[in-house]
């Protein structure tokens, strides 16, 4: 079946650290892979998503690399910000079904 | 500003109550998904709809009845349910198809007494 993996949280770091949360997947097929962050109190938003093999998602200086001999999707930030707070979702669908299959979700805590 | 509006944000019910939750989405997306999530936890899909028809429905209990009146329109008829059933009560939308990705409103925080 489809599942996704995520490092165990919390995540504490200081202003200006770099930042790498790991995501390794399993699927059948040619899945497309997300990333989501969810602020305290709000919905889900989408921060980036990669669609085949190879693809660089980014976004707001987040980037992430669709590793298919890995099957690894890591989000990744040069430098984190204190306003990066946030739990963040790891999340791949599979061609032709309407499940957005979630990892447990990371929680990010940036200091100043 | 989410693009997919849910109402209300906050709603407090007792166990023989009967309430709706309301989305709306005008990204002319045609499919549109309930997910319910618990804290701490990654969302669970409850209910997905594609073009206006039910497409999936994840075992959910009777309690919770889902209307889809148009293509923008998404609504979660609420009744009898139990406190258990607290939760964050997300929206979503997507385009039909090719592995769209999902856009979430910010949720009902749903507390049944």
């Known amino acids: 079946g489809n599942s996704v993996t995520q490092m165990e949280g919390p995540v504490t770091l200081s202003e200006e650290a770099f930042l790498t949360i790991n995501c390794t997947y399993t699927?059948?097929?040619?899945?497309?892979l997300f990333w989501y962050v969810q602020y305290p109190g709000e919905g889900l938003q989408l921060l980036l998503k990669?669609?085949?093999?190879?693809d660089k998602g980014s976004n707001k200086g987040f980037e992430a690399t669709y590793r298919k001999e890995t099957t690894s999707f890591h989000l990744e930030k040069g430098s984190v910000q204190v306003s990066d707070s946030a739990v963040y979702f790891c999340?791949?669908?599979?061609?032709?079904?309407?499940?957005?299959?979630f990892g447990t979700g990371t929680r990010l805590l940036v200091s100043p | 500003d989410t693009e997919v509006t849910q109402t209300p944000k906050h709603l407090v019910m007792g166990m023989t109550n009967k309430k709706s939750l309301k989305c709306e989405q005008h990204?002319?997306?045609?499919?549109m998904y309930w997910y319910k999530q618990k804290a701490k936890k990654p969302p669970e899909l409850m209910f997905v709809?594609?073009?206006?028809?039910?497409?999936i429905n994840e075992s959910v209990p009777s309690r919770f009845s889902p209307e889809c009146p148009n293509s923008s329109l998404l609504n979660l008829h609420l009744h009898a349910l139990q406190p258990e059933d607290s939760a964050l009560y997300l929206c979503?939308?997507?385009?039909?198809?090719?592995?769209?990705?999902?856009?979430f409103g910010n949720g009902t925080r749903l507390t049944v007494t």
């Open positions: 990204m002319g997306h045609r499919a």
């Open positions: 990669a669609t085949k093999a190879d």
């Open positions: 709809y594609s073009y206006e028809k039910l497409s």
């Open positions: 999340a791949l669908m599979n061609t032709g079904f309407q499940k957005l299959v």
């Open positions: 699927a059948t097929g040619y899945p497309s």
């Open positions: 979503a939308s997507s385009q039909q198809g090719g592995n769209s990705p999902l856009h």
